[in-house]
């Protein structure tokens, strides 16, 4: 069964840069589309960036031009390039697939989450 694994998140202080990686374990054509959601204490998890399989792009308004959601079929991995980062980036960052449909857990894979913590 497909899984997604985080990588990347840390400590950096506002206006510095972090580049998170999701690795797919199988086939990244298994998934159709895939996004970064994030999750800050108390708040719902937001859509942050999503990348379709034939390539286009949406990101929510606070990221544009700041961040940068790529994806390598190659190497079976979804980036999210993060520069500029302001303190209410802070919250733990989850990579989304939508791939084969699993009894019990439907069609939407979710990686394991990594924080990522920007100071002021």
């Known amino acids: 069964q497909a899984q997604l694994v985080e990588s990347g998140g840390g400590l950096v202080q506002a206006g510095g840069s972090l580049t998170l990686s999701c690795v797919v374990s199988?086939?990244?054509?298994?998934?159709?589309?895939m996004g970064w959601y994030r999750q800050s204490p108390g708040k719902q998890r937001e859509l942050v960036a999503k990348v379709s399989s034939a390539g286009t792009i949406n990101y929510i308004d606070s990221v544009k031009g700041r961040f940068t959601i790529s994806r390598d079929n190659v190497k079976n991995t979804l980036f999210l390039q993060m520069n500029s980062l302001l303190p209410e980036d802070t919250a733990v960052y989850y990579c989304n697939a939508i791939g084969p449909w699993r009894p019990g857990k439907g069609s939407s894979y979710w990686g394991q989450g990594t924080q990522v913590t920007v100071s002021s």
């Open positions: 199988g086939s990244i054509f298994s998934f159709g589309t």
